[in-house]
């Protein structure tokens, strides 16, 4: 179905990335997807069909998260390939790498309670679209795994009635029956935020975590919902 | 502020052999092996590896009990861990150490340094980590100082475990004031290798060379080891430069690089910097290959200025690696390490001479033989229990009223903080990066990751009541390596191996060593009984308190960290119920008791009585039976009776899988022990099952075939919590399942701060 000439998904790793390999297994190993590693010392990804930023702690992410990271040699070909129309989807430290890189608007704030959260959140869909959420009708509830300690979208509200006002909010922090209460921002995000797309909609940051949930081994499969979609979208395009 | 160490030359060595951590005895003793005086940097390097954390003398002898054979182990003691076979050419590297005094004076930084340590311990062997668990304990959480160190232990371990990217899927936390000064602090790994990859602590070949990897070294942790084996005391806060400080970083790039090194064949042996750094590693690692080494000190990478030949040795500073080098291979493996912009530097050959020698400056400023490093006096002391700790056990409990209402005594053991719900702690934790983790933390007995590309599960707990300990070391030390098993067997796993880590007081007092040399018994005791070697392990002394103007030690704590797998990681077990109309049944015949038990604890706010009696050969067969009808699909859900008994045993899967219960616990035919010993006494060889109706006739069958007892109690049923003790309706315990859960996640709600 692929066509020779393409390279598949690019899955970005950074020293300190650690949720890479959990992206490759997830888009390879379960979805079917071809996949290959890119060091962050890259400069060029054309050819690739979609690129994925992952979790973990790049640099350490002593200084903010993913603040080094977004001065890494593969950002500026993350931006030009991103500026082609490619579908960039950034998952937890990879969303803070794209809002430190200029990729998407706002920033991840240190959580409310202060301390790294991981548990299962639910998740409202705001925006049903390629390439991230066709699968996913707006108002649907998806649950899947978060794990941050940076984790709080935050942008002015201007920037926030912007993003709500073109759409391009994703996903909100819900509960099961798919309201925003406020004990279900589990971060406490401006506006129970979980993840936006720019204005083209090729580039989507989330801090939950898909790849966590594709199998249902693990108790899980909304991620298969959120992946899916791309690869519905790529592999379409690839054939 | 730096610890000063002792000049390089003093006249009277032999006068100042205390500030190296040695006695006279060991100083003269120094002086025999060597056939001369030890200089200053001799000395030093002797007291660091004949200290306890280091060189075992005083457990050593007793470790020698310890059973180490079976089919699965592919490595026993003596490495930098244990590796057991799980099949399909696969393996786990496990290991367990403490960072008790560490994590005393500085808990974050000492409990996260304690994760990165036991890290690279495990990929030192070859093994990808994949699964961390912790052992903690603290004093009770009304006190401000058990709070601080709490929240600091826990934030310690989740920043530095989550950002290495390794989850932390189990442990737990037992609260007693004994442990108000002195908290321990044990953290478990587990690494999953092929067989073939296998790697050693050796230096391997004359001529071969040693590369030193990772950060630079500095005055950071400075005498450590010999910290760790000295009492702690209120001088312990000017001792802050001894506790390391860690960067999870350079561990993940360490951890990376070296899996690369290894798989690409560029390494004859490898070994963490531990616990006296530079001088055990490098020492270890020959004494392993029968060779001697030259150390060049002037190329040891460090941070500092002015640094002295035994601070460089002597140095803790974290996330270093000793590796050799393939011949052949250095220039590849030096090119990958810069790949990954680690620091490396060539800093010793080894050679034939059997010396460990130390050059600066071209002169050789220390020559010892690395037998003699390596094989520190050993101590065999006299024990003798302690007589308050015998009139404890002793104690007459048969007079103890029942208490006015079970409803309330189950709700305070609930929150009584070793019992109550850890979620706020293991929140705390990624527990899923890897994507591995089947039974997450909180639902089972035990920790369940699946093995990727097989269908192969591996379970891990971690497990010790110190006060059983406490009141019979031999007999309390058994039930740590029998609930163990039992938690494993309870999530359908086969046990295959243990690595212990042993906390206990000051072994030069009588007591404890009593304590250490029963408790060693009582694990090879249960170990064989049960088919589970001991693979590796820790020992940590000196652990206590003063209490007035006497010193105390900490209840005794071996704690048992044990490795077992699954077959077919499908079929499983956790503890919440699942279904309405899911038969309870209690299998095996311990007889519960209220001596040491939680209940006793609480309610009646003694430490006292004897620990329930221990039957192995009844445990072993529980444990199969269960195992048997887990792996056949008969059974799903399944919980051990443990700390509270029957009736928090209960409560737990009620609350876990949000089902009521409806139930009937039998009466005890045992003179003197009354409704409470019923609901909340504790026992050993007793797991409560809940199965479909349909699948009772199979469970019978099993339980049968093994002679294991088997009693319904009753069903799994509606939002409410019934229980009640056979023939005394009159005290019905009758609560919702939501005031269950309220009083069980109070309790660490805020703790964390």
Known sequence: ?239 | MTRPLPPVVTPRLRDKAQAFGLTTAEFDEVVTRLGREPNAVEAGVFGALWSEHCGYKNSRPLLRLLPTQGAAVLQGPGENAGVVDIGEGLAVAFKMESHNHPSAVEPVQGAGTGVGGILRDIFAMGARPFAVLDSLRFGELNSPRSRHLLAGVVAGISSYGNAVGVPTVGGEVEVNACFEENPLVNVMALGLLRHEDLQRGTVGAVGNRLLYVGSRTGRDGLGGAVFASADLSVASEADRPAVQVGDPFMEKLLLEACLEAFARDFVAGVQDMGAAGLASSVAEMAHRAGKGVDLDLDAVPRREEGMTALEVMLSESQERMMLTAKPGREVELLSLFDRFGLEAAWVGVVRDHGELRLLEGGEVVAAMPVEALNRPPEYVREGREDDAVLAARRRDLSGMPEVDDPAGALLTLLSSPTIASKEPVYRRYDHQVMTNTVVLPGSADAAVLRVKGTSLGVAATVDCNSRYVYLSPRLGAAHAVAEAARNLSCVGAEPLGVTDNLNFGNPTDPGVYHQLSEAIHGIEEACLALGTPVTGGNVSLYNQYVDGDVTRAVHPTPTIGMVGVLRDVSRRATQGLKRHGDVLLLLGDGVPGSGASEFLFRLHGMEAGCPPALDLAAEAAVQRVVRRLIMSGACDTAHDVSTGGLAVCLAEMTMTGGVGLVATVPALSVPGAGRDAALFGESSARIVVAVKPDDVAAVLVACEAESVAAVRLGEATGDRFRLVVEGREDSAIDLAVDELLTAWRATFEGALG
Request: charged share 20%.
């Open chain 1, 1 to 239: 179905m692929r066509p020779t000439t393409s390279k598949g998904i690019a899955v970005i790793s950074f020293p300190g990335s650690n949720c890479d390999d959990d992206a490759r297994h997830a888009l390879q190993a379960v979805l079917g997807a071809p996949v290959r590693m890119v060091w962050h010392d890259e400069t060029d990804l054309s050819g690739y069909l979609a690129v994925v930023l992952p979790g973990g702690f790049s640099f350490g992410d002593y200084l903010r998260g993913g603040a080094l990271a977004a001065q890494s040699p593969v950002m500026a070909a993350v931006g030009a390939f991103a500026r082609r129309g490619g579908p960039v989807l950034g998952i937890c430290n990879g969303f803070q790498v794209l809002t430190e890189a200029g990729l998407l608007p706002g920033q991840l704030a240190r959580n409310r309670s202060l301390g790294f959260v991981c548990r299962d959140v639910h998740l409202r869909v705001e925006r049903s679209a390629p390439p991230f959420t066709t699968r996913t009708p707006v108002g649907s509830v998806l649950r899947l795994p978060v794990a941050h300690g940076e984790g709080a979208y935050y942008a002015d509200d201007e920037t926030l009635d912007r993003l709500e006002g073109d759409g391009l909010v994703a996903f909100r922090y819900c509960d099961a029956a798919g309201v925003a209460v406020p004990e279900a921002n589990v971060n406490g995000a401006s506006r129970s935020i979980a993840g936006v797309v720019n204005a083209r909609g090729n580039v989507m940051g989330m801090m939950p975590h898909p790849e966590r949930a594709v199998e249902p081994l693990l108790g899980y499969g909304d991620g298969r919902l959120v992946l899916g979609s791309l690869l519905d979208q790529v592999m379409a395009a690839a054939a």
